[in-house]
């Protein structure tokens, strides 16, 4: 029994770290079509998220299936608990990239609206932090976990300078507060991806110590 369960959890493992790939690849895709207000790679990302609908309840399907024949205890128990709330987050991340490539669809409709703010840095800074975040989960690595975590507030700098430049823009361009709207919740979203990325880290904390970190209390 101790070694169909092994195998079981071996199983989810590869599957959640299988996920993280395809959820890396999509957000890189959806950072890669701001600046280039590529709308095709909008509309490519747009139609592969059911992939990660898909994974993402087989996942779960998997984790309950494994909780209510084996009911496992201690580190196991924890491993489930992470990787169920793990999966959540990916899905999660997904969907961001999503409304990403939503918010690029609608801005390069209008082809003499240009960027006001820079999105390159803080983009490259949420993809960081989820690469890490997963090499953490890989590696049980909780160093590199709160290093992702600490990422945080770096991102969260970034969306003020937005906010900031973007409303100074909506004022100076009244007519154009549509497209600039847009923009600025590009910056919302990829720092909903970096928030995901901290949830992610703060679970591989969970299941390495058995320490609940949350809310920044690092």
């Known amino acids: 029994m101790a070694k169909h369960l092994q195998r079981e959890l071996e199983k989810i493992k590869k599957s959640i770290l299988g996920l993280g790939a395809l959820v890396e690849d999509r957000v890189r895709l959806a950072i890669s079509s701001i600046q280039s207000r590529n709308a095709e790679v909008a509309v490519q990302i747009d139609r592969m998220d059911y992939e990660v609908d898909d994974m993402e309840v087989e996942i779960e399907e998997e984790c309950l299936k494994v909780l209510a024949l084996h009911?496992?205890?201690?580190?196991?128990?924890?491993?489930?608990?992470?990787?169920?709330?793990?999966?959540?987050?990916?899905?999660?991340i997904a969907d961001e990239a999503v409304n990403i490539a939503h918010r690029i669809k609608t801005i390069s409709k209008d082809k003499n609206a240009a960027f006001v703010f820079d999105y390159a840095m803080m983009g490259e800074k949420a993809r960081a932090m989820l690469k890490m975040s997963l090499d953490a989960l890989v590696q049980l690595d909780t160093d590199m976990a709160f290093k992702s975590c600490l990422m945080d507030d770096e991102v969260d700098a970034y969306v003020r300078q937005a906010y900031e430049q973007l409303n100074r823009s909506i004022?100076?361009?009244?007519?154009?507060?549509g497209i600039y709207i847009n923009m600025f919740l590009i910056s919302?979203?990829?720092?909903?991806?970096?928030?995901?990325?901290?949830?992610?880290?703060?679970?591989?904390?969970?299941?390495?110590?058995?320490?609940?970190?949350?809310?920044?209390?690092?």
């Open 71 to 92: 009911q496992p205890v201690a580190v196991d128990l924890r491993f489930l608990v992470s990787v169920i709330k793990i999966n959540s987050d990916l899905e999660r």
């Open 171 to 177: 004022q100076a361009h009244p007519e154009l507060s």
């Open 188 to 218: 919302r979203h990829i720092e909903r991806i970096a928030d995901h990325a901290t949830n992610i880290a703060e679970e591989v904390i969970y299941l390495t110590d058995g320490e609940i970190i949350r809310h920044g209390n690092y």
